[in-house]
């Protein structure tokens, strides 16, 4: 029983079994838990289908498409393919409006370095403890594995048919051969 007797913010819940955490987050048992209260809904972000949930996890798979867990120096998995709510490299057709992503790094090793391919900023409204006093434009956002984040994003400043991609920014040496590309708009 989970009271909920807190603020709103994105949650995430996964298996907590003694030496398999990591092993059973990477095979699947994951997901995301969202509270919200009055109070958030009182401040007129984007909501329904403008409000997007995002786990990004990274995979690697194997010959016959299942995933392949595969221990690096004793520190935790590290993939190739990024997949977003269990999809690899999706794509999410947008309007020309802003979006809420509530972002969570599902990932067993890999910490994320977040930014649009645009270059246009990420307005930053809530992290793990919910939301923030003062939303903040960042043009990259550090995100740790099993941390989270949430963004808007305001898509109206492109024309329709423009692409644009939520990239992973961190280099080689931080997080393997992962693929820089997260995710197309």
């Given at each position: 029983?989970?009271?909920?007797?807190?603020?709103?913010?994105?949650?995430?819940?996964h298996d907590h079994m003694m030496?398999?955490?990591?092993?059973?987050?990477?095979?699947?048992?994951?997901?995301?838990?969202?509270?919200?209260?009055?109070?958030?809904?009182?401040?007129?972000?984007?909501?329904?289908?403008?409000?997007?949930?995002?786990?990004?996890?990274?995979?690697?798979?194997?010959?016959?498409?299942?995933?392949?867990?595969?221990?690096?120096?004793?520190?935790?998995?590290?993939?190739?393919?990024?997949?977003?709510?269990?999809?690899?490299?999706?794509?999410?057709?947008?309007?020309?409006?802003?979006?809420?992503?509530?972002?969570?790094?599902?990932?067993?090793?890999?910490?994320?370095?977040?930014?649009?391919?645009?270059?246009?900023?990420?307005?930053?409204?809530?992290?793990?403890?919910?939301?923030?006093?003062?939303?903040?434009?960042?043009?990259?956002?550090?995100?740790?594995?099993?941390?989270?984040?949430?963004?808007?994003?305001?898509?109206?400043?492109?024309?329709?048919?423009?692409?644009?991609?939520?990239?992973?920014?961190?280099?080689?040496?931080?997080?393997?051969?992962?693929?820089?590309?997260?995710?197309?708009?």
């Amino acid at each position: 029983v989970y009271p909920n007797a807190q603020r709103p913010a994105t949650l995430w819940y996964h298996d907590h079994m003694m030496d398999r955490t990591g092993r059973n987050i990477y095979m699947g048992l994951a997901g995301l838990y969202l509270l919200e209260d009055d109070d958030e809904r009182a401040l007129g972000l984007p909501e329904g289908p403008y409000d997007v949930p995002l786990l990004v996890q990274d995979r690697l798979f194997a010959s016959g498409g299942s995933f392949q867990y595969k221990m690096v120096n004793h520190v935790g998995a590290k993939s190739g393919a990024m997949l977003v709510n269990g999809a690899p490299w999706p794509r999410l057709d947008v309007s020309t409006r802003p979006y809420r992503f509530r972002i969570v790094n599902g990932s067993n090793a890999t910490p994320l370095r977040l930014a649009l391919s645009s270059g246009d900023p990420m307005i930053l409204i809530a992290t793990d403890g919910g939301l923030l006093r003062t939303p903040i434009p960042c043009r990259q956002i550090p995100l740790a594995m099993a941390e989270r984040v949430e963004v808007i994003i305001d898509f109206s400043r492109h024309s329709v048919g423009t692409d644009i991609v939520l990239q992973n920014l961190n280099t080689r040496e931080v997080t393997g051969s992962i693929s820089s590309e997260i995710m197309q708009f």
